[in-house]
């Protein structure tokens, strides 16, 4: 049973376009969303994130959107570099500050 | 500030060896966190620690996983046999925890492990 779905596991972007990156979940009591970023051989970095009560969180070139009706969230980063070339998991939370991943999409941002 | 130490950084066994994973946290963090990660999916949470006892171990395969925190500080990992499908990368995490929930865990860099 995924709870959290990543149904995308690559997506390649030419350098200076946005990159968009979904992830659904399936459990409404989720209250907390995150994106983590990973590069080869070192543990997952947080990003993101973004609480229940707010549709739209932004930082930098990295911005997240959640749509709570539709049990999905976005990444994106605008414009998209060369150095964010790595692996994006979501994660959510329903209140104990456990995290369920998804499953991971493997960025690839073309120079 | 130093991260989340984690060792060994691989570690190669035959099945039905047992292996051990040490980590040591960021210094002030309640919280800590084990997970496996098996390529190509997600970190999945084996079990978690508030100070040195354990809040959930709803997913850890206790015939053969066994995990504890002394002194709510370090922690070990230990796999007792191993099997092929323990092959994957074992993550530790920790966040700052305490009386109010804290949902950014910051992560060490994994022990690799493959079990022949």
């Known amino acids: 049973d995924q709870q959290v779905k990543q149904n995308s596991p690559s997506l390649s972007v030419q350098e200076g376009r946005i990159s968009i990156l979904n992830c659904d979940y399936t459990?409404?009591?989720?209250?907390?969303f995150l994106w983590y970023k990973k590069y080869p051989a070192e543990g997952p970095t947080f990003l993101i994130s973004?609480?229940?009560?707010?549709d739209k969180n932004e930082d930098g070139r990295f911005t997240v959107f959640l749509n709570k009706s539709a049990k999905h969230l976005s990444l994106h980063i605008v414009p998209s570099q060369p150095g964010d070339s790595a692996v994006y998991f979501c994660?959510?939370?329903?209140?104990?500050?456990?995290?369920?991943f998804g499953q991971g999409t493997t960025l690839q941002v073309k120079p | 500030e130093a991260g989340v130490a984690q060792s060994p950084r691989y570690k190669i066994i035959e099945k039905r060896q047992s292996v051990a994973f040490w980590c040591n946290p960021i210094?002030?963090?309640?919280?800590l966190y084990w997970y496996q990660q098996i390529l190509g999916q997600g970190p999945k949470l084996l079990i978690q620690?508030?100070?040195?006892?354990?809040?959930?171990d709803s997913q850890l395969p206790k015939d053969r996983f066994s995990a504890e925190r002394l002194k709510g500080v370090d922690s070990t990992l230990k796999i007792q046999p191993a099997k092929l499908e323990d092959s994957a990368v074992y993550l530790c995490?920790?966040?700052?925890?305490?009386?109010?929930?804290?949902?950014?865990?910051?992560f060490g860099p994994g022990t690799r492990l493959t079990v022949t």
């Open positions: 210094s002030g963090h309640a919280t």
């Open positions: 994660a959510a939370s329903g209140g104990s500050g456990k995290l369920i």
């Open positions: 459990n409404s009591m989720f209250d907390y």
């Open positions: 620690f508030q100070n040195n006892g354990v809040v959930d």
């Open positions: 973004i609480s229940s009560i707010k």
């Open positions: 995490a920790s966040s700052l925890g305490g009386l109010q929930i804290s949902y950014e865990q910051y």
